[in-house]
């Protein structure tokens, strides 16, 4: 009969085993990377040899909390990887547990959300007491039986280092984390002396955007529009027909466009980093730079509008709480998914779909006679989940948002369209079509008089993109004359809806001193009189 001792050893062995060599992302969960024994399997069995009496409590306690510690890191790595595609840094990224609360929270609903948790939290205590318990039988054997299984672990580890790896998977783990942590520190450092010195500081107020005077400007943020949607072949096809069309409809209109490609500080999410980021000028990769930029002097290029003489608002739909942070932007107003004046269902996560967004701004922003407005809006239908996605319907019919309660109810639930990865990568392109869709038909609709900016915040999570994806997204810039639109430099610019290949990849955080400086010398492209025929290419 097999000694119970030597059984909780073997288990007890076996957790330790599985947790070191823990990968950091989801697609690297194959046999082969579990077969590796690591070195702090050694020192476990040290310790049990070491530790005895009175101290053997202590001693499991120890090795318990030391794994139960990398497997919650581990376990962060994982999920902040398949989001962001970076492994998890303890001093950057505890508000992502609220933001991932959120998000499921409005997914699957509270009562699922709230079951998922505890389940989850359960299963970890369920294996820290596991491994606990099981430490018993390896402490209880004899110091010279203990002998023999190390110094087979460690013959096995030195005979077969290239397929068992003996190598210290969690004090690398542990050192890389302390090593990231220092790094962060060091770099918001160096991030505090950047923020007060604003290369735009030598421009007379007299010449600031001084080539838009007149136009409304409208900056459009799409939700995970990213180099994906463009150039993976799972995609390409349909967005290039999309792009297509857009462009048609802008020539009968009579509007040109120029489109390029910028470098996003995020992926997957945090949508407000990428926001800030082409707003302030600043790098903004961290909750921690976005902070401190918030409690800066570096003006937004909102407020450097506001400066010139614009009505500066922001249309936010995904806003559902206060947002003290919008006072360093400059608006003058803020449309959040309250004041908005939706009375439709929600589509899930997202509050509204992004044609009634549009149709908002236009009617309480836009109207006859008014005053020169920068707004900033923020369009989320192309948020995950991804579902249901929404279809364009005749601009005449949009009212409070009950029409879209239809749209609003069809098509599957989150939890049944994301057992399916083809199915969720279907209903992400979906979004991004309906988007691109909804925003040519504006634009065609009313573009006159306006410069529109419209790109995307990042690109979408691994789950769609791959693990090598790039961080750029599109950037267009859509007007009704010409000689503005060729003030844009032609090495980062190509005419028409689809950014060339080979263009120079800017980060986001250049595009606000490059926009500036472009349409901000006197002299030329003034606002063209009411009625005459705009000179588009």
């Known amino acids: 009969m097999v000694d119970s001792r030597w059984l909780r050893a073997g288990l007890a062995l076996l957790i330790c085993i599985v947790i070191a060599n823990l990968p950091l992302r989801l697609d690297q969960f194959t046999l082969p990377a579990f077969a590796a024994v690591p070195a702090e399997i050694i020192l476990v069995i040290l310790a049990a040899t070491l530790v005895r009496g009175r101290y053997e409590c202590a001693g499991r306690i120890v090795l318990t909390a030391v794994f139960a510690l990398v497997l919650l890191l581990k376990l ?3 999920g902040v990887f398949s989001a962001i595609s970076r492994p998890f840094n303890p001093y950057l990224d505890g508000k992502l547990l609220l933001d991932g609360w959120r998000l499921l929270s409005a997914t699957v609903g509270i009562i699922k959300a709230l079951l998922l948790v505890a389940t989850a939290l359960l299963g970890f205590v369920g294996v820290c007491w596991l491994l606990y318990w099981s430490l018993s039988g390896l ?5 010279r039986r203990l002998v023999v299984p190390a110094a087979a672990i460690l013959a096995l580890g030195l005979t077969f280092g290239g397929t068992v790896a003996l190598r210290p998977n969690m004090l690398y783990a542990l050192k890389s984390r302390v090593d990231l942590v220092h790094q962060s520190i060091a770099d918001m450092a160096i991030f505090d002396r950047t923020i007060g010195a604003d290369p735009l500081a030598d421009i007379a107020d007299s010449d600031l955007l001084g080539a838009l005077r007149g136009r409304d400007v409208v900056l459009i943020f799409v939700e995970s529009y990213g180099e994906v949607a463009i150039r993976d072949p799972r995609y390409a096809a349909r967005i290039a027909g999309r792009l297509s069309a857009i462009e048609g409809e802008l020539a009968q209109a009579g509007l040109g466009s120029r489109s390029g490609w910028l470098v996003s ?3 997957g999410g945090l949508s407000w980093l990428a926001h800030g980021t082409l707003l302030s000028g600043l790098w903004l990769d961290s909750q921690q730079r976005y902070d401190r930029m918030i409690g800066g002097g570096r003006a937004s290029l909102n407020s450097l509008f506001r400066q010139a003489g614009w009505r500066s608002v922001a249309v936010m739909p995904a ?10 932007f400059g608006y003058d107003m ?6 908005l004046g939706y009375r439709g269902k929600p589509f899930n996560w997202v509050t ?3 044609q009634y967004t549009l149709s908002a701004f236009e009617k309480r922003e836009r109207g006859p006679g008014h005053r020169p407005v920068m707004a900033e809006i923020a369009l989320i239908s192309s948020h995950a989940p991804w579902t249901p996605v929404p279809t364009l319907l005749d601009w005449s019919r949009i009212g409070d948002g009950s029409e879209f309660d239809e749209q609003a109810v069809a098509g599957d639930p989150p939890e049944l369209v994301w057992r399916d990865n083809d199915r969720v990568r279907a209903h992400y392109i979906a979004t991004i079509d309906y988007a691109l869709q909804t925003v040519g038909s504006y634009m065609a609709r009313h573009g006159r008089n306006t410069v529109f900016v419209i790109l995307g915040d990042h690109q979408p999570a691994p789950i769609i993109t791959g693990d090598t994806a790039s961080r750029a997204v599109p950037i267009h810039i859509v007007a009704d004359d010409a000689m503005l639109l060729d003030r844009l430099d032609g090495k980062h610019w190509s005419r028409g809806m689809r950014p060339a290949g080979g ?3 800017p980060r986001m955080d ?3 001193e490059s926009f500036v400086r472009t349409f901000s010398a006197h002299g030329c492209c003034q606002r063209q009189e009411a009625g005459a025929k705009p000179s588009v290419p």
């Not at 402490?139 to 110091?143: K, M, T």
């Not at 806003?319 to 360093?328: F, G, L």
């Not at 803020?334 to 004041?339: E, G």
Request: glycine content about 0%; aromatic content about 14%.
């Open 334 to 339: 803020v449309y959040a998914a309250k004041n």
């Open 139 to 143: 402490f209880a054997i004899s110091r």
């Open 265 to 267: 500080p995020t992926v």
């Open 503 to 505: 263009s120079a990849r």
């Open 352 to 354: 509204m779909p992004d």
């Open 319 to 328: 806003i559902t709480m206060d947002w003290p942070e919008s006072r360093y």
């Open 510 to 512: 250049e595009f606000r």
């Open 76 to 78: 962060a790595d994982i």
